[in-house]
């Protein structure tokens, strides 16, 4: 039943770490979905083909293509499809082919948003968007930590989408498990999360909801040091005016870079923890 399927996004493999960790990271999370009960589809774009679950051998072609692949959004889902390209799905275009595929769970890292300074740039990711309007629950250790988490609440508030905190009070901030702001709805188990999406549906409210499932403590980074690199490298990123498409990318990995590695180990495990919720939810909506 496609409702026991986990929807995976493919960006994370070809923009998220380097080869070979990127593939075994995506190839680790599938078999922690499988070894909670549901399972596995990473989702891209192969050759002009929409890929609702990849094979071993298509997740190792994209790990080695790496930033080769185009970052796919919704708007840009037609011109890979019409050009026969490759296409690495971010959480926009990874939940409308998870909706075609009729799969209501998917989980990630942390969901786009409104990014800093977007009060002068406009930039607020599609991801947001695609919440408002798409039947999925995204199952991510929050917003990035990169981003306006304020804002970022505000505009899903104005869209209608839940945010819910898995055991937690607080939303938490990708690599850690707190921020300033507080979720809409704690709810303390998987089942009563999969009741939620079951009575939204029915009634037709249509969008997604957020599910926020704070990183393992013992792998979480400190919020001090964390906050300030950030600030550095958004700094570093206007100066060189990078922004778009470009600007997670390069963020990520400047922050990757100093934190000597402790913020890319942190993301593989929030994306562990977050497929085993994920999975347990979907098991739940199942019945």
């Known amino acids: 039943m496609v409702q026991l399927v986990v929807a995976l996004e493919s960006t994370i493999i070809s923009h998220g770490m380097p080869y070979p960790q990127n593939v075994e990271?995506?190839?680790?999370?599938?078999?922690?979905i499988r070894d909670n009960g549901a399972v596995p589809a990473t989702i891209a774009i192969l050759n002009g083909r929409l890929k609702v679950g990849m094979t071993h051998e298509e997740i190792e072609y994209l790990g080695k293509a790496g930033q080769a692949v185009i970052k796919t959004s919704r708007r840009d889902i037609p011109f890979i499809v019409a050009q026969k390209a490759d296409g690495a799905?971010?959480?926009?275009?990874t939940m409308i082919l998870a909706a075609m595929a009729g799969i209501k769970v998917f989980a990630t890292g942390g969901i786009g948003g409104v990014h800093r300074g977007a009060q002068q740039t406009f930039d607020i990711s599609a991801d947001l968007q695609e919440l408002a309007n798409?039947?999925?629950?995204?199952?991510?250790?929050?917003?990035?930590?990169?981003?306006?988490?304020?804002?970022?609440?505000?505009?899903?508030?104005t869209q209608g989408v839940p945010v819910i905190g898995y055991q937690t009070d607080m939303l938490p901030a990708f690599y850690t498990r707190e921020s300033d702001f507080h979720v809409d709805y704690r709810l303390d188990e998987p089942k009563q999360i999969a009741a939620a999406m079951t009575a939204k549906w029915q009634m037709g409210l249509k969008g997604g909801m957020v599910i926020a499932n704070p990183i393992p403590a013992q792998y979480a980074l400190d919020k001090t040091m964390i906050d300030q690199v950030i600030k550095d490298a958004v700094a570093e990123m206007n100066e060189k005016g990078i922004s778009g498409k470009a600007s997670t990318p390069f963020l990520l990995s400047k922050v990757a870079e100093k934190t000597a590695g402790s913020s890319l180990a942190a993301n593989i495990e929030l994306v562990f923890n977050n497929a085993k919720l994920a999975s347990k939810i979907a098991c739940e909506f199942c019945q």
């Open 89 to 93: 799905t971010t959480v926009a275009s």
């Open 25 to 32: 990271t995506a190839l680790k999370v599938e078999q922690i």
């Open 134 to 157: 798409t039947d999925v629950a995204v199952v991510c250790a929050g917003a990035k930590s990169i981003l306006d988490i304020g804002l970022t609440l505000e505009y899903l508030e």
